[in-house]
């Protein structure tokens, strides 16, 4: 048999009480599994968790390791890990800055590593771990050069993680773009042309919404015979 049900599992949403990750302890949550969800904003957290119902909440920040160490402490042990906290540097190579430039670094790849880090030992054998990784640098974006290469070394990290952590596996969910509030810097009237562009220049013809990848993580969670897989879920953006 080559799926095992969530149901009684506990997960770990890193980065869920908004977008993906809340999704994701949504529909983990429906199938049955103990959620806990973590992030930086205790308000946001609380929230969510008002949306959600039974889940627990703590906060973290994953730039900070003795924050990330601080969240897994008390965990005895957890069936799967997911890692969604992501941050853009968008911008020309001229006009970026390096602050803009390490913190996009520094959550998206630093912070996905320590969460595995001190999660990893805790995981159970079956566990599994999903990294959120995002279309821009699979496809080459002008201006994106930063995010770009943020996200192809979150695809490079999750395959060899998936060796070194083996038998646990280790996922990587490649997201296109997804209608969440982590376009919100962007003003409403803006966004939503930037939206329809983009719905129209993808073969679905629409963007994403956060259950079409949450319904792609709880898969990898699920299948046990899946490990060190880049999955794609961007509607055919990459085509
Ligand atoms: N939306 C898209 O179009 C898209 C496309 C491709 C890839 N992705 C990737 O998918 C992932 C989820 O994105 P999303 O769209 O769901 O974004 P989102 O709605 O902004 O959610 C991001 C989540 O991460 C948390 N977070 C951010 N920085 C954190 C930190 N330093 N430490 C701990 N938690 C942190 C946020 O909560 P707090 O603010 O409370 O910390 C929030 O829960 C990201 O890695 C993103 O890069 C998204």
Not at 187 to 204: I, L
């Amino acid at each position: 048999m080559s799926t095992k049900n969530l149901a009684g599992q506990h997960v770990v949403v890193v980065g869920g009480s908004s977008g993906i990750g809340k999704a994701v302890a949504a529909q983990a949550l429906a199938a049955g599994a103990r959620v806990t969800i973590a992030s930086r904003s205790a308000e946001k957290l609380a929230a969510a968790a008002g949306e959600l119902g039974d889940v627990a909440t703590a906060v973290v920040d994953v730039t900070d390791e003795e924050s990330v160490r601080a969240l897994f402490a008390p965990i005895e042990s957890l069936d799967h890990l997911v890692v969604c906290p992501g941050d853009m540097a968008n911008g020309s190579v001229y006009e970026v800055s390096a602050e803009s430039i390490r913190a996009c670094l520094d959550t998206k790849l630093v912070g996905q590593l320590l969460s595995v880090r001190h999660a990893g030992k805790k995981l159970t054998p079956e566990g599994s771990i999903v990294l959120l990784a995002g279309a821009g640098g699979y496809k080459p974006f002008a201006e994106l050069s930063v995010t770009a290469a943020a996200n192809v070394g979150i695809g490079a990290m999750g395959r060899s993680l998936a060796l070194e952590l083996a038998p646990i596996r280790v996922n990587v969910v490649v997201a296109g773009l997804i209608d969440t509030p982590l376009w919100d810097f962007i003003p409403e009237s803006d966004r939503a042309a930037f939206f329809e562009h983009t719905a129209k220049t993808t073969p679905v013809g629409r963007i994403g919404q956060p259950a079409d990848v949450a319904a792609s993580v709880i898969h990898l969670l699920e299948n046990t015979f899946v490990s060190g897989a880049l999955v794609h879920v961007d509607g055919g953006a990459l085509l």
